[in-house]
């Protein structure tokens, strides 16, 4: 596959929805898995108790395994406790261990409580002798102190919306948070991308879904659609990301050209 354009440094999505089930897990692995795939150096980061990003990338993620519970609890250095993938030598994983499930209370008690995620991010990606060209922060179905640290170590947001009737639902209290982040802890934060999931074509009602959100959001909706697939959900249990599932199959080629999209953009301005 042809390489794509790398950013100058690093681009650092979060990818939230205080929806679960809306493909956040997905859309973070197997575009972090594309873009691994044409040439760029990527980390995912499982900030989602139930590590299902680190069992996506095939990474350890045991109940003894150093993960981003240390780094944000323990203030062990990120490069300690980051995996390479089995899959890409170019894709590297925080795992998320059932230990990150008590952080949100013990967060509350620490300094910085907000802030945890990013000092260790920056000062990991300062310090890497090979640069990261993407970040992905895969973030648990909620608003709390987890999704706060990831929006404050962010760029950008990237936000997954499943083509179904109640998409929009809720969306507005996300914008509202992230516009208080924006505000008061981050203010290089961005809304840049939105992907539709599970996009249907034989539904009116996908099509609807989809004319809708790209009429509230023109600028950030991506083009490309991520169809519904069981190929798509099959892979993680194999470890892998769809990419090497089954790469030539209609869903790993909509997120190959979906990661393509978001490397043309380039970071927003
Ligand atoms: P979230 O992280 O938002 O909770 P997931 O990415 O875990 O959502 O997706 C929820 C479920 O839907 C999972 O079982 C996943 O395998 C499945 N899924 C996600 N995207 C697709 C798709 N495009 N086609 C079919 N199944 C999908
Ligand atoms: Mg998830």
Redesign the pocket.
């Known amino acids: 596959s042809a390489s794509l354009p790398l950013p100058s440094s690093p681009r650092v999505f979060t990818v939230a ?1 205080q ?11 197997n575009l972090a898995a594309a873009l691994a795939r044409t040439g760029a150096r990527v980390l995912v980061i499982d900030l ?1 108790p139930q590590g ?1 990003a680190s069992t996506a990338v095939g990474v350890e993620h045991r109940s003894e395994t150093s993960s981003v519970y240390d780094v944000m609890i323990n203030d062990v250095p990120m490069a300690d406790v980051v995996q390479k993938s089995p899959e890409f030598d170019a894709l590297y994983c925080v795992p998320a261990t059932i230990h990150l499930a008590g952080a949100e209370i013990e967060l509350v008690s620490l300094v910085a409580r907000e802030q945890r995620l990013r000092s260790a991010l920056d000062t990991f990606l300062s310090e890497t002798p090979e640069p990261f060209h993407y970040v992905f922060i ?1 973030c648990p ?1 909620s608003l709390g102190l987890l999704t706060i640290n990831a929006f404050v170590a962010a760029q950008e947001v990237l936000i ?1 919306i499943q083509c179904e009737y109640y998409a929009l639902e809720g969306l507005s209290q996300l914008l509202n948070n992230i516009k208080l982040i924006e505000r008061h802890l981050n203010p290089r934060l961005r809304v840049s991308t939105i992907l539709m ?3 249907d074509s034989r539904t009116n009602l996908a099509n609807q879904v989809v004319d809708d959100v790209r009429a509230h959001f023109p600028k950030q909706v991506l083009t490309t659609l ?5 190929r ?5 249990s194999y470890g892998q990301s769809v990419i090497s599932y089954d790469q030539n199959s209609p ?1 790993s080629l ?1 997120y190959l050209e979906a990661a393509a999209e978001i490397a043309h953009r380039g970071a927003p301005k």
């Open positions: 929805n929806k679960g089930g809306v493909g956040k897990t997905t859309s973070t692995v989602d299902n895969d179905p997954p999931t599970m996009y991520i169809p519904r697939s069981v798509i959900s099959e892979a993680p869903g909509s």
